[in-house]
């Protein structure tokens, strides 16, 4: 009985220890494959320190940690005269945002690789030298194509990249770049914040190391300044918003820019219920092959009443702030062309005046009109210019995205 016990023992070690054996070699193996040269110069170029914070808050040798409050920035005070500008860059069908204080520079993705010396230019004509931060959010060319011509071109503080093997020639100029000047790469850890001037930004994603979808790497921040906040989605689909969602965080933002160019495997209606943004910018092509941003989407931001903002209808998109109001400007910018033109536009909702107190009335907000794909007007309901596609919208944003009344069914408001 013993021996036959022990017999077993032996056995289901033995087995335990093949099996084990079996697994790492099946790791290494996968390990083997996926690290082909780009993951190794990742490697080379990656910060092997944990990430200094700008704030040096989280410092070991603190005598005494205090807790820091989660929303640290929008109880600081700012000083007179602080602002904050976030750009929103017209490259077409990929990804660049420019933020700016009055002494300090990020951006997050640099656009394709047609569009390196364009965003060079359009930096340096703003009389940028240093980048504080640079975020490549994943290696999709549309985002990272120009960051070696970005990289190369100013000072750059810190570069925050995902660790993923990507092999491509533009990813591997990027790391070529970075190697070339000595830097390193930071990884995201999600929960670690960074100061950038007055204003303080947190890494919501990615939350995990292995990913099937590239896009799901992508770096997710909520940048916050006084009162106002943003939130970057790069390229993050519904997965990584579940995984947002999970964390349990403040992630209420003024302005979202909504993840993979307004695709409809991101923004989910719980995402964008929680976030509650009032201003959504889609950075997307005009014309683009994808069907971005998608109707679902359009729908979804519409049904919270978020005013949306497309650099394919636009331009670039330029916010900026004081910490309390926000002010929205776009520019007809053609990023590929270097060209500037003066172009610019006005965008802030007008305040809308407060309703007179008319007791057996709706107020103005409430009454829904409808809208189509292509159309300019907004409608009654049943209004035969409302062919199959009939999207209802809250009248002041059917008003503040522009469209106008149908003649046809001459809506009374
Ligand atoms: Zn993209
Ligand atoms: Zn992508």
Not at 81 to 94: E, M, N, P, R
Request: hydrophobic share 30%; proline share 5%.
């Amino acid at each position: 009985m013993i021996t036959n016990r022990v017999s077993k023992y032996v056995l289901l070690l033995s087995i335990l220890l093949s099996v084990s054996m079996l697994l790492s070699s099946c790791s290494s193996m996968t390990g083997n494959k996926r690290s082909k040269s780009s993951l190794n110069k990742l490697s080379q170029v990656e910060e092997t320190n944990h990430p200094d914070k700008n704030s040096g808050e989280n410092n070991v040798a603190k005598p005494t940690p205090k807790i820091i409050p989660r929303t640290l920035s929008s109880n600081v005070k700012l000083p007179a005269g602080a602002f904050l500008t976030v750009s929103y860059l017209d490259v077409g069908q990929a990804d660049s945002v420019l933020i700016t204080t009055k002494g300090a520079a990020m951006l997050i993705d640099a656009g394709n690789n047609s569009d390196g010396a364009g965003i060079v230019s359009y930096l340096k004509n703003k009389g940028i030298t240093k980048l504080d931060y640079v975020i490549g959010t994943h290696p999709h060319e549309d985002h990272i194509g120009g960051l070696d011509d970005v990289i190369s071109a100013f000072n750059i503080g810190k570069i925050i990249m995902p660790k993923v093997p990507h092999n491509t020639n533009t990813f591997e100029d990027v790391l070529d770049a970075i190697s070339g000047k000595g830097l390193k790469v930071t990884q995201p850890k999600v929960g670690d914040k960074y100061k950038l001037d007055k204003a303080e930004f947190e890494i919501l994603s990615p939350a995990d190391s292995s990913y099937s979808e590239l896009n799901e790497y992508s770096i997710v921040i909520r940048l916050t300044f006084g009162a106002q906040s943003f939130l970057f989605c790069g390229d993050a689909d519904d997965a990584n918003e579940s995984a947002i969602l999970g964390m349990g965080e403040n992630i209420k933002s003024s302005v979202i820019k909504i993840g993979h160019h307004g695709s409809a495997s991101s923004s989910m209606e719980s995402f964008i219920k929680k976030v509650d943004p009032k201003y959504a910018v889609i950075s997307v092509g005009e014309g683009n092959s994808y069907g971005h941003p998608t109707q679902q989407t359009l729908n979804t931001l519409n049904s919270f009443r978020t005013k949306i903002y497309r650099t394919d209808k636009l331009g670039t998109v330029i916010i900026s702030t004081n910490g309390k109001t926000l002010n929205i400007n776009s520019v007809k910018t053609s990023i590929d062309g270097n060209s500037y033109s003066s172009t610019a536009k006005d965008n802030t909702p007008k305040a809308t005046p407060k309703p007179k107190p008319k007791p057996h009335t709706n107020t103005v907000s409430a009454i829904t009109v409808y809208i189509t794909n292509t159309g300019e007007k907004y409608h009654r309901d049943g209004c035969q210019y409302l062919s199959h596609s009939q999207i209802p919208i809250s009248l002041t944003n059917a008003k503040n995205q522009g469209y106008t009344p149908c003649s046809r069914c001459d809506p009374p408001y």
